[in-house]
């Protein structure tokens, strides 16, 4: 409770030379603010397996603040980088670093969807405003969904939900799936089916094998055996190139044709060689995309690295170009948290994988590819569908 | 499952066995005869791969590369006998653990620093590129067939050796009774650096061998370490015939298990190891424990 205080001459001498002394001091720490460094925290793995994706998402990143002038509405920025070694197990540790250790203005990463779990429940508990620039866990934008966490990348549903309808548009009504049995081939396997059955399709088999395992021939022969009219699977890495090439080996691609998650032929084809020709796959984006951003992008990223750009720095570039596009909208000013994530959820970025927008669930309206592997390459058929939104089904701000 | 299925199964599973006998017989002659517990076994198998792919790029055919990598192995072998098992085979299993768990992590870090994390496939020579069609819908790759004869023939090459010259009879001595070949005057010394050397030379072989149908990557070796550890337990530890028995089991419960009970499949070796252990304490060959 205050008590009105009755106004005598004193009072209002002192308060006017309160308020001048206040006004003139305002602009001071003003100005300060604005020279401040804008803070951009990064966990991404540049060590282990996963270090090649780190790389090219954060060297993309930069490139696209470097392009908009090395500033964030004018502020110069101060890269805040964390090994995250790919580990969930230091997940939380490490989030905890560059938010209550560094006090980051923004966070971005990771690729491991394990650690983007721990990252984000994190980032939610803080507030600080946070961009998913690859794991595609589903939940990161459904369960998990929060009006400070936004994702440039995918969602595992996107990927794979039009390849259902664009299977049985070809023909091939009865399918068998093979993926590891862990969450991101279930999530990727799952979508892919949910499109499948709904367009009339029907799957034969889901076979799982135990992460990470590579030894298939069992399972080859298992698939030969019950002969689906196709296939369709999603493995990575070591494990995408195995599978290629020992369906291919086992005579099964002449007589069931491959289809796959995208993944599947990024980053593998050069060791799968032959054995990668003609399977097909979704994805949101492909390296010989033809309009002029991607043309653009690809050649500055190769200039800048020297090595060539794929999907990851795509979603790196993507990230950088969110943070320029909101930090000009409110002139620098990282308080204005609730504007900077208005402008967010209004972007509309030109990628190098096309026009992208944001779903209410904060995560990319993006068309998907159709992709086939023709001489070492994934050439684009075309759109598999337009701008596909995940469903966000569960998260409370749909 | 019909019969065409079955069979096809059971080749695999034979096909699988013989690699696994191949990098398990290692690991077993160097605990039988050195009583080293080598967890650095499958950072061999890691090596042979790695040799191959990176020597097949060099010299374009596998074969020779094969030829030139094998030594290499061997010398690998005898080098890290001298510098570092060496000085533990007075010592308790945990030393070897702990040394043996360190030369995995400096292997893996040499291979990143050599080779990169990417994954590297290896051309299966044009020789042996064709495929073999068993079912109308499946063919079998003459590579895979290639793996198996090479397997037979280093197994029955093992099998003289051992059995039929000198070298082998003072290993079998030494497995039996090391102290006791000692008091005789052999150079014991000098024997357990050449098994131990053989032993790493026919783990990095299957890694060759293997490189163009497993593609070659970055910890490659961790899973064949775990799976030759069951065969060697499974067969009994320091038996070469019990490896390849354990092998070929293990070869027939993985691929069946992968069919019959695909939930379970990461379980069904495991299972079959404990069941097995549970019946022979010391494994199916192993010597019954004094």
Same mark, same amino acid.
């Given at each position: 409770?205050?008590?009105?205080?009755?106004?005598?001459?004193?009072?209002?001498?002192?308060? =006017?030379?309160? %308020?001048?002394? /206040?006004?003139? +001091?305002?602009?001071?720490?003003? @100005?300060?603010?604005? &020279?401040?460094? *804008?803070?951009?925290?990064?966990?991404?793995?540049?060590?282990?397996?996963?270090?090649?994706?780190?790389?090219?998402?954060?060297?993309?990143?930069?490139?696209?603040?470097?392009?908009?002038?090395?500033?964030?509405?004018?502020?110069?920025?101060?890269?805040?980088?964390?090994?995250?070694?790919?580990?969930? =197990?230091?997940? %939380?540790?490490? /989030?905890?670093? +560059?938010?209550?250790?560094?006090? @980051?203005?923004?966070? &971005?990463?990771? *690729?491991?969807?394990?650690?983007?779990?721990?990252?984000?429940?994190?980032?939610?508990?803080?507030?600080?405003?946070?961009?998913?620039?690859?794991?595609g866990?589903d939940?990161?934008t459904?369960?998990?969904?929060?009006?400070?966490?936004?994702r440039?990348s995918f969602s595992n549903w996107q990927t794979c939900y039009p390849m259902?309808?664009?299977?049985?548009?070809?023909?091939?009504?009865?399918?068998?799936?093979?993926?590891?049995?862990?969450?991101?081939?279930?999530e990727m396997?799952?979508a892919?089916?949910?499109g499948?059955?709904?367009?009339?399709?029907?799957?034969?088999?889901?076979?799982?094998?135990?992460?990470?395992?590579?030894?298939?021939?069992?399972?080859?022969?298992?698939?030969?055996?019950?002969?689906?009219?196709?296939?369709?699977?999603?493995?990575?890495?070591?494990?995408?190139?195995?599978?290629?090439?020992?369906?291919?080996?086992?005579?099964?691609?002449?007589?069931?044709?491959?289809?796959?998650a995208g993944?599947?032929?990024?980053?593998?084809?050069?060791?799968?060689?032959?054995?990668?020709?003609?399977?097909?796959?979704t994805l949101h984006?492909?390296?010989?995309?033809?309009?002029?951003?991607?043309?653009?992008?690809?050649?500055?990223?190769?200039?800048?690295?020297?090595?060539?750009?794929?999907?990851?720095?795509?979603?790196?570039?993507?990230?950088?170009?969110?943070?320029?596009?909101?930090?000009?909208?409110?002139?620098?000013?990282?308080?204005?948290?609730?504007?900077?994530?208005?402008?967010?959820?209004?972007?509309?970025?030109?990628?190098?994988?096309?026009?992208?927008?944001?779903s209410?669930s904060?995560n990319p309206i993006q068309d998907i590819?159709?992709?086939?592997?023709?001489?070492?390459?994934?050439?684009?058929?075309?759109?598999a569908q337009?701008a596909v939104e995940d469903p966000g089904?569960?998260?409370?701000?749909? | 499952?019909?019969?065409?299925?079955?069979?096809?199964?059971?080749?695999?599973?034979?096909?699988?066995?013989?690699?696994?006998?191949?990098?398990?017989?290692?690991?077993?002659?160097?605990?039988?005869?050195?009583?080293?517990?080598?967890?650095?076994?499958?950072?061999?198998?890691?090596?042979?791969?790695?040799?191959?792919?990176?020597?097949?790029?060099?010299?374009?055919?596998?074969?020779?590369?094969?030829?030139?990598?094998?030594?290499?192995?061997?010398?690998?072998?005898?080098?890290?006998?001298?510098?570092?098992?060496?000085?533990?085979?007075?010592?308790?299993?945990?030393?070897?653990?702990?040394?043996?768990?360190?030369?995995?992590?400096?292997?893996?870090?040499?291979?990143?620093?050599?080779?990169?994390?990417?994954?590297?496939?290896?051309?299966?020579?044009?020789?042996?590129?064709?495929?073999?069609?068993?079912?109308?819908?499946?063919?079998?790759?003459?590579?895979?067939?290639?793996?198996?004869?090479?397997?037979?023939?280093?197994?029955?090459?093992?099998?003289?050796?051992?059995?039929?010259?000198?070298?082998?009879?003072?290993?079998?001595?030494?497995?039996?009774?090391?102290?006791?070949?000692?008091?005789?005057?052999?150079?014991?010394?000098?024997?357990?650096?050449?098994?131990?050397?053989?032993?790493?030379?026919?783990?990095?072989?299957?890694?060759?061998?293997?490189?163009?149908?497993?593609?070659?990557?970055?910890?490659?070796?961790?899973?064949?370490?775990?799976?030759?550890?069951?065969?060697?337990?499974?067969?009994?530890?320091?038996?070469?015939?019990?490896?390849?028995?354990?092998?070929?089991?293990?070869?027939?419960?993985?691929?069946?298990?992968?069919?019959?009970?695909?939930?379970?499949?990461?379980?069904?070796?495991?299972?079959?190891?404990?069941?097995?252990?549970?019946?022979?304490?010391?494994?199916?060959?192993?010597?019954?424990?004094?």
């Amino acid at each position: 409770m205050t008590t009105r205080k009755t106004p005598t001459r004193r009072r209002f001498l002192s308060a =006017a030379a309160g %308020a001048g002394a /206040a006004a003139s +001091l305002l602009p001071a720490p003003f @100005v300060l603010a604005q &020279t401040a460094k *804008v803070k951009v925290g990064i966990l991404l793995p540049y060590t282990g397996t996963y270090a090649s994706l780190g790389h090219n998402i954060t060297d993309a990143m930069i490139m696209a603040i470097e392009g908009a002038g090395g500033t964030l509405g004018g502020r110069p920025v101060e890269y805040v980088k964390v090994d995250s070694e790919a580990d969930p =197990a230091k997940a %939380a540790n490490n /989030a905890n670093k +560059l938010i209550a250790g560094e006090k @980051v203005d923004f966070l &971005t990463g990771p *690729v491991h969807s394990g650690v983007a779990m721990a990252m984000v429940k994190i980032a939610r508990e803080e507030g600080t405003i946070t961009i998913v620039s690859n794991a595609g866990a589903d939940a990161v934008t459904r369960q998990m969904c929060a009006p400070n966490v936004f994702r440039t990348s995918f969602s595992n549903w996107q990927t794979c939900y039009p390849m259902g309808p664009e299977m049985v548009k070809r023909g091939h009504k009865k399918a068998v799936s093979i993926t590891w049995n862990y969450a991101a081939g279930h999530e990727m396997i799952g979508a892919f089916k949910e499109g499948y059955v709904k367009a009339g399709g029907q799957v034969a088999k889901e076979i799982l094998i135990p992460f990470p395992n590579i030894e298939f021939q069992a399972h080859l022969t298992e698939i030969a055996s019950l002969k689906p009219d196709a296939v369709f699977t999603f493995f990575s890495g070591g494990g995408a190139v195995k599978f290629m090439k020992d369906y291919d080996a086992a005579g099964l691609k002449k007589s069931i044709p491959l289809f796959g998650a995208g993944f599947l032929t990024d980053g593998t084809l050069q060791a799968a060689g032959p054995a990668g020709e003609g399977i097909i796959t979704t994805l949101h984006y492909a390296e010989s995309l033809a309009n002029p951003t991607n043309k653009r992008f690809t050649a500055a990223f190769k200039a800048k690295t020297g090595r060539p750009a794929d999907v990851f720095a795509v979603q790196g570039y993507d990230t950088g170009q969110l943070l320029v596009h909101a930090m000009k909208a409110v002139k620098g000013d990282v308080k204005a948290k609730k504007e900077i994530m208005a402008a967010m959820r209004a972007a509309k970025l030109d990628s190098p994988r096309g026009t992208m927008t944001f779903s209410k669930s904060q995560n990319p309206i993006q068309d998907i590819y159709l992709r086939e592997v023709k001489n070492g390459d994934n050439v684009v058929l075309g759109v598999a569908q337009k701008a596909v939104e995940d469903p966000g089904r569960g998260c409370g701000m749909t | 499952m019909d019969v065409s299925s079955f069979l096809v199964q059971s080749l695999n599973s034979v096909q699988y066995g013989f690699l696994l006998f191949l990098v398990a017989s290692g690991l077993t002659l160097i605990f039988g005869i050195l009583g080293v517990i080598n967890l650095a076994h499958g950072s061999f198998f890691m090596i042979g791969a790695y040799l191959a792919h990176w020597l097949a790029l060099k010299t374009g055919n596998l074969f020779v590369a094969i030829a030139l990598a094998l030594p290499l192995s061997f010398l690998l072998g005898l080098a890290v006998e001298r510098l570092a098992i060496g000085f533990l085979y007075a010592r308790d299993h945990l030393y070897q653990v702990l040394l043996t768990y360190g030369l995995i992590l400096i292997f893996n870090e040499l291979q990143r620093i050599l080779w990169g994390n990417d994954v590297h496939g290896v051309p299966v020579p044009a020789l042996l590129s064709a495929s073999i069609p068993l079912t109308e819908a499946q063919s079998y790759p003459l590579y895979r067939f290639f793996i198996s004869i090479a397997c037979i023939g280093v197994a029955a090459a093992m099998y003289v050796v051992i059995h039929r010259t000198k070298l082998g009879m003072l290993i079998r001595a030494g497995a039996a009774n090391r102290e006791m070949v000692e008091l005789l005057g052999f150079g014991v010394k000098r024997l357990y650096a050449l098994v131990f050397a053989l032993g790493a030379a026919l783990t990095a072989f299957a890694g060759m061998l293997s490189a163009p149908v497993n593609s070659v990557y970055p910890g490659m070796g961790e899973h064949i370490l775990i799976i030759s550890f069951v065969v060697v337990v499974i067969g009994g530890l320091g038996s070469i015939q019990g490896a390849f028995v354990g092998a070929m089991l293990i070869g027939f419960v993985d691929t069946f298990g992968k069919v019959f009970l695909p939930e379970a499949a990461s379980l069904s070796v495991y299972a079959f190891m404990a069941a097995v252990l549970l019946w022979r304490p010391q494994g199916l060959f192993g010597a019954r424990p004094a």
